[in-house]
């Protein structure tokens, strides 16, 4: 199946709503630290409902415990400064999709360290700054599994 990596991430109901994403497309999510909230934060709890049970989480102390997790996977950074629009690329069961926090992004190590193919970004209208964060996971996430003709993971 497919990785989502959320760095540094801020808002405990973005993060909710990413969790049960991830628990209904048998995605992994990765959470890098600090996070802005404790996992305990009731904002996070109810956006994920009841679904922090069936999801696999993993909370990584840096970004070097996560990449070195995630080292035999392909990496996609997902940014408004991509340089592919995300639904052009072929992706593989295993490849892994990291996002930055909601107020600044990824940082321009990470982002620089990937390469500009693998930078994605999801279009839209000119002027626009960015799509929320969990909007912007689903929207990937889908797309990825969409193109293994959404076999089960896990």
């Known amino acids: ?6 760095f540094q991430p801020e808002i405990p109901s973005n993060t909710g709503n990413i969790i049960r994403l991830c628990a209904n ?9 600090p996070l802005g909230f404790t996992l305990e934060d009731r904002l996070l709890r109810r956006a994920g ?13 840096t ?6 997790c995630l080292k035999d996977s392909r990496l996609f950074a997902v940014s408004t400064k991509g340089a592919q629009r995300y639904d052009l690329n072929q992706y593989v069961a295993g490849d ?4 930055g926090p909601e107020t ?3 940082p321009p190590e990470i ?11 999801v279009p839209m209208v000119p002027g626009s700054r960015s799509l ?15 193109q293994v003709d959404f076999e089960a993971g896990r």
């Open 132 to 146: 929320n964060l969990s909007n912007t996971v689903a929207l990937v996430l889908y797309e990825a599994w969409r």
């Open 25 to 33: 497309t048998g995605a992994r999510l990765h959470l890098v630290k």
């Open 1 to 6: 199946m497919f990785d989502i990596i959320l």
């Open 104 to 106: 600044r992004g990824l």
């Open 63 to 68: 970004w070097a415990d996560c990449a070195t």
């Open 49 to 61: 409902l009841d679904y922090h049970e069936f999801a696999t989480i993993t909370v990584h102390e």
């Open 111 to 121: 982002l620089g360290s990937v390469p500009a193919q693998q930078r994605i970004r």
């Open 96 to 99: 892994a999709f990291i996002f």
